[in-house]
């Protein structure tokens, strides 16, 4: 597959680059909800993550459509800790020598600790773009297209790279972006999806890398 010229490489957090070491926000409300799992997190990623701060109307708002008992103690707990997958920082060393990277994520203000995520994945990711703070949450396109303008690049010059089919495959695609898809071993859910758009399948982020290393090489030298 060709890939027009790559200048930016946007790339999911959780699940993508490592994991928390307990439940957050989203998790425990879901787990509290009587609501099925799906479309608790439904709820959430438009309403919950997108808040800048948890205000007193926010905990309302977002309890009563969750069914639950509007209880702060529910939005209070502190960000777990977060660790990387092994191979995270070589990965992600090789996808800076190719563009500008910057992670892309679904996750509250209550969750997100950019500070810390930046002294983790220093000096190869140049930017950090939390839901809470652009005010879209993938699959939303504007979450894609917001960090496309910022960096002043079109959308086609933009490979997105993340674990969650619906978020990070289909929401890239949506905003006319390439995705690589991190598959963990799992079968695509959308082959149609996946052909039409061109959508990548790989296992993992050290995968995700040596895939985009080898596009470019072949583009610099045909003959390879």
Not at 36 to 63: C, F, K, N, W, Y
Not at 89 to 118: F, I, K, M
Not at 149 to 172: K, T
Request: one cysteine or more; a negative charge; hydrophobic letters at 45%.
């Amino acid at each position: 597959m060709t890939i027009p010229v790559v200048s930016l490489i946007t790339v999911d957090v959780g699940g993508t680059l490592g994991t928390a070491a307990g439940p957050g926000l989203a998790m425990r409300l879901a787990a509290a909800s009587p609501l099925p799992a799906a479309q608790a997190r439904a709820i959430m990623r438009g309403r919950l993550h997108t808040q800048p701060e948890i205000t007193a109307e926010v905990i309302d708002s977002i309890s009563a459509d969750l069914r639950i008992p509007p209880d702060p103690a529910h939005f209070e707990a502190p960000a777990a800790p977060f660790s990387l997958f092994p191979g995270t920082l070589q990965a992600l060393e090789e996808l800076a020598r190719l563009a500008t990277v910057a992670t892309l994520s679904n996750v509250t203000c209550v969750d997100a600790d950019t500070e810390r995520l930046a002294a983790l994945l220093a000096p190869h990711v140049a930017g950090h773009f939390p839901s809470c703070k652009t005010g879209y949450a993938k699959p939303d396109p504007r979450a894609f297209l917001a960090i496309a303008r910022h960096y002043g690049v079109a959308p086609g010059q933009v490979v997105h790279i993340g674990d969650d089919w619906a978020c990070d495959a289909e929401g890239a695609a949506s905003a006319g972006m390439r995705a690589i898809w991190l598959s963990g071993g799992r079968p695509a859910p959308d082959e149609t999806t996946m052909i039409r758009h061109g959508i990548v399948a790989v296992r993992d982020i050290t995968a995700a890398a040596r895939h985009l290393t080898s596009i470019t090489d072949s583009e610099k030298d045909p003959a390879r």
